[in-house]
């Protein structure tokens, strides 16, 4: 039985996992709940190479709750592929509002030194009105 087992394993490693093309991981189902009790109570070392092949062994009382812990998992790493995904984002949001403060600072500065420029053409122009007094600055 043991051997017969471990060729099974074997066999839907080799058949079912096609790393780029299936999952990761396959399902060997065995229909009877008595068969499945007795690999697991007097083989663990086939459940150890099975699992080491990511060939989950199941019987019909336990295969239920392995879909819905896989249809979790893979829920799981949806939501994390998204989140991945807005952080991201996020990061490029972030990136652009710095340069857009760098970009605001410069033009601050640039601000700054046009109203330097006008009041010096203010008071040059006031200084000149003082020569030709008929010129009238607004």
Known sequence: MQTHLLSH?????TKYIIPGVTGDSAILFIPSETIFNEIIEHF?????EAQSKKVWITSPNTLMALLTSMRGLLRNANVAEKATAIFSEFDAVMLDVDRLLTRSSKVEKVRDKIGNILQAS???ARRSNLIWPERVLG
Do not use: N
Not at 9 to 13: C, E, M, P, S, T
């Open 122 to 124: 203010l008071l040059i």
């Open 44 to 48: 663990p070392h086939v459940m150890a």
């Open 9 to 13: 394993i074997k066999a839907v490693h």
